[in-house]
């Protein structure tokens, strides 16, 4: 069960987040970002993570598709709020 508490903590800690990654100009503090959220997804409430992912593994925890992936993140959590 998808509870309202568990979209909201997704959506504060990711948009957060998001918006550092965003602006950030330090590779170094990208990569932070990435490994702590690529931690965070394993946390999750999984059915959250499997509506967000659409069921794909990798998602929030590859390199080349993580700024797609956690923008799309932000933008499916705030549409559930």
């Known amino acids: 069960m998808i509870t309202k508490d568990s979209i909201e903590t997704a959506y504060a800690f990711l948009h957060q987040k998001l918006r550092v990654y965003e602006h950030s100009t330090l590779d170094w503090?990208?990569?932070?970002?990435?490994?702590?959220?690529?931690?965070?997804?394993?946390?999750?409430?999984?059915?959250?993570?499997?509506?967000?992912?659409?069921?794909r593994p990798d998602y929030l925890k590859d390199h080349k598709k993580f700024q797609d992936d956690i923008t799309h993140a932000v933008a499916v959590l705030e549409n559930m709020l």
């Open 29 to 55: 503090q990208k990569d932070d970002i990435e490994m702590i959220i690529g931690d965070y997804a394993d946390q999750i409430n999984p059915e959250l993570l499997s509506l967000l992912s659409q069921g």
